[in-house]
């Protein structure tokens, strides 16, 4: 019998870790006033999912399903598409440079760079539908800079959690928990 | 690891940022060449009763107070300016009465919200504009049936007074 790329087991972690995205956007709350600053705490989610499922694509159904959950939730100002694809691009580019960098998220270089790049591809599709709805241009002359930095700021943040994270449950000898499991 | 592979994914970042910083400087140049002088990128334009009065410029918000409420849907901050000072900076009070009607547009959402000048001239209300993650400015408020996140007016572009 042909075998499917995820287990049962995997897929129940990711629907957890995806679900958890969707929590950490509605209950967490930073008094930060900077875009992007929920990042923090999604990306890190993000990684910590694609390294106990340690599988190219594994960030990607974190993304495409906490996408399906946060759009029917009615999260974001866009609407259900924009929330969908900002969602899910974050986690399909995650994989994509964790993918480039040899997939190992328990190195904090990869982990940042990998949550960084994710959460500026959110920015970017919430940049380009206001580019296709004909938004009008920043108020503040470097509003879109600024906001673009707490998006790559943020993320790298996460991306650090992430690592942390990994480190703690590394410890704690999850990961050998998890091997029996498998 | 492969020190390539991190530039690349580096030089991958900085493209993404210098294609959207391009296009918005390239926005800004196209509508700095069709607007009057006396609109700059960006600005609101305020309309009274038909006639362009003036345009709200980002260099005015230093003459006006900060404000800012937690919302009580999702409990984040709404941090701006009162809609109230945005109008009385280039109206004067004397012009307006309780029943001066201010709407505030956006034509790319293609919402509108129309409220009288006593409601926005009450502070306890927060009628203001919170600035988007974009930068461009969105009407919030805490007044009963216009304090949700769907009902408020993202990407405002214009202002229009009526006596």
Known sequence: MKKNYFSTFQLILL???SALVVVAKIALRTPIQLSGHSGIFWMAIVIVGAQVVPKPGAASMIGITSGLLASFLGLGDFGMLDTFLSYA???IVTDLVLWILGGNAENVVV????ATLGHTAKFVVKWIFGLVMDAPIGFVALGLLKAIIGYIVFGALGGFLGWLTLKALRKAGFFAYLAEKR | MDKK???????GLVAIVSVMLGVD????????ALAPADMPPGSIPIFMDGKFVASFIPDDLA?????SFVDAEEGKTQEGWLLRDVILLYIKESK??????ITVLSSSREKAKSLAWVEVNAEDNMVMFDLSGRGTLKLVSKIPGFDLRDLWIQDVDKIEVVR
């Open chain 1, 15 to 17: 629907a957890l870790f």
């Open chain 1, 89 to 91: 691009l974050l986690g």
């Open chain 1, 111 to 114: 982990a940042v760079l990998a």
């Open chain 2, 5 to 11: 592979r991190i530039l690349y994914v580096l030089l």
């Open chain 2, 25 to 32: 400087f390239w926005q800004r140049q196209q509508a700095a």
């Open chain 2, 63 to 67: 003459q006006l107070a900060d404000a």
């Open chain 2, 96 to 101: 307006l009465k309780d029943d001066t009607q």
